[in-house]
């Protein structure tokens, strides 16, 4: 069973206070990049892996998608979800992505926005989802990206503008990173690029797009605390269609 951090009080309570889930997909600087991403969903069938507070499974319905089905492993998300969301055509369930077993070709677009980096078998979990799409179905997601997954060394010295000049420690070397963020422990698993490129290829997918989110300028004099994901790329974004 994956890591349930959400669920921990202390954890949930840093959490709930970001400006991505106080403000909606709005607060998420890279919601316009993932946008592009995204296929037209008017009709679609809709599953939202680790929908978290439900955001996006509401623009989903909102943008004309036929159903959505919302899972997460957090009591906390889906009760906040559900709270959150009044449409009949949007269904949200506690499940486990590491042991979720979707019903065969039943969706159009799989989508998830920063939950794959805790699954320790993406292979596993991708091969499902290529099960569950349609043929040419669509699986758009945003992961933490391996290099922000691999922190600075701890030996890394500065440059004279303050930026380090070792940026990565063990890149090379995948499996479980621990990180102390709203409370200490939380398991993450770091893959490279090649290895979630091949690993997606080797499912069944065609890669259609691959998006190393960067924020504008505009969005750095907005949040000056950004300005560090211009010199270290924090997400990936990828869109990939089954064969």
């Known amino acids: ?27 998420a600087p890279e919601w316009a990049a993932i946008r592009a991403l995204l296929p037209d969903v008017r009709g679609a069938r809709v599953a939202d892996l680790g929908c978290g507070f439900g955001w996006a499974s509401r623009w989903f319905r909102a943008e004309g998608a036929a159903s959505v089905l919302g899972y997460d492993l957090s009591e906390n998300m889906i009760a906040q979800a559900r709270a959150r969301t009044d449409d009949p055509a949007i269904d949200y369930r506690i499940a486990d992505l590491e042991a979720l077993t979707l019903p ?3 969706f159009d677009l799989i989508y998830s926005a ?33 290099v922000y997954m691999a922190p600075a060394h701890p ?6 503008d303050g930026r380090p000049t070792w940026p990565v420690n063990g890149y090379a070397d995948e499996g479980e990173r621990r990180t102390d ?53 924090m997400m990936l974004l990828l869109s990939a269609r089954k064969r």
């Open 1 to 27: 069973m994956a890591q349930n951090i959400y669920d921990d009080p202390a954890f949930f309570a840093g959490y709930r206070q970001l400006p991505r889930q106080v403000l909606g997909l709005e607060g």
């Open 104 to 106: 065969e070709t039943a």
């Open 114 to 146: 920063l939950t794959f980096h805790y699954i320790v078998d993406f292979a596993w979990l991708t091969d499902m989802i290529h099960r569950a799409l349609v043929p040419g179905g669509r699986l758009v997601f945003t992961i933490e990206h391996p």
């Open 155 to 160: 030996h890394w010295t500065e440059d004279e």
């Open 181 to 233: 963020w709203f409370a200490p422990g939380v398991v993450k698993q770091h893959r490279t690029l090649a290895t979630t490129l091949n690993t997606l290829i080797g499912s069944g997918f065609d890669l259609l797009r691959l998006d190393e989110f960067a924020p504008t300028e505009a969005q750095v004099a907005a949040m000056p605390e950004l300005a560090v994901e211009r010199e270290r790329p």
